[in-house]
T-cell receptor, first 115, second 109 residues
C-alpha cells in the first residue's frame, strides 16, 4: 500500500510563477489536509477537506487554493508564488469520524523554494 | 488563543530514559497526539490519548492529564535511532490539529 504520495519531491520556483503540488492517497480516507512546516514553528494548516467536494480554510490560507474533486486527490495551488512561501509542504489524510482515532497520516513532503 | 508548549531541545544518553513534556491551551479537546519526525522526513504517528492516564506501547509511553492541560511522552531504553523531533498536537473542538513546534531529541552514546 502506497499510503500518501506527493509530487514533486522538491522544486525551485521563480517568484510570480504558479505551481500545483500534488497529493494522492489510496487509503479511502474522507479527510485530507495541507500543512506547511517552517523552522522553529509547528505545522500550520493551510487548507483542509473533510470529504470529497468540500474544502475549508486553515490557519494560513492566503496565497493558496485547493480542490477536492474525488476522494483520492487533493492538489494545492500557488497562484503567484512569493518568497515567503518557501517551506516544506506536507499533505495528510485521516478517517475523520470513523471507527478509529482520527489519526492523520502524512505524505513524504514537498520542499519548495521560491526565489 | 490556542497554544501548545514543549521544550525546544533535549539531550539524553543511549540506554537511558527521557520524558518530553507538553502543555496545551486549546478551544475544546478531542484527543492529544504524539508524532515522531526524523530530519528531512514526514511526521509518523506514535500515540494517542483522549482519557486521563498512561498509554504504553513498547518502549514509548504517553500520559495525559486533561485537568492540567498536560501530557508527556516517555521514551525508555533510548537508542540512537530515537534521535528525532517529537511533535505534540491537540485536536480541538473543530477536529483540527493544533501543533507544538516540536522537541528535538539528541541521543549521545
Amino acid at each position: 500500500t502506497a499510503g500518501i504520495t506527493q509530487a514533486p519531491t522538491s522544486q525551485i520556483l521563480a517568484a510570480g510563477r504558479s505551481m500545483t503540488l500534488r497529493c494522492t492517497q489510496d487509503m479511502r480516507h474522507n479527510a485530507m489536509y495541507w500543512y506547511r512546516q517552517d523552522l522553529g514553528l509547528g505545522l500550520r494548516l493551510i487548507h483542509y477537506s473533510n470529504t470529497a467536494g468540500t474544502t475549508g480554510k486553515g490557519e494560513v490560507p492566503d496565497g493558496y487554493s485547493v480542490s477536492r474533486a474525488n476522494t483520492d486527490d487533493f492538489p494545492l495551488t500557488l497562484a503567484s508564488a512569493v518568497p515567503s512561501q518557501t517551506s516544506v509542504y506536507f499533505c495528510a489524510s485521516s478517517d475523520l469520524g470513523g471507527a478509529g482515532t482520527d489519526t492523520q497520516y502524512f505524505g513524504p513532503g514537498t520542499r519548495l523554494t521560491v526565489l | 488563543g490556542q497554544n501548545i508548549d514543549q521544550p525546544t531541545e533535549m539531550t539524553a544518553t543511549e540506554g537511558a530514559i527521557v520524558q518530553i513534556n507538553c502543555t496545551y491551551q486549546t478551544s475544546g479537546f478531542n484527543g492529544l497526539f504524539w508524532y515522531q519526525q526524523h530530519a528531512g522526513e514526514a511526521p509518523t504517528f506514535l500515540s494517542y490519548n483522549v482519557l486521563d492516564g498512561l498509554e504504553e506501547k513498547g518502549r514509548f509511553s504517553s500520559f495525559l492529564s486533561r485537568s492540567k492541560g498536560y501530557s508527556y511522552l516517555l521514551l525508555k531504553e533510548l537508542q540512537m535511532k530515537d534521535s528525532a523531533s517529537y511533535l505534540c498536537a491537540v485536536m480541538d473542538s473543530n477536529y483540527q490539529l493544533i501543533w507544538g513546534a516540536g522537541t528535538k531529541l539528541i541521543i549521545k552514546p
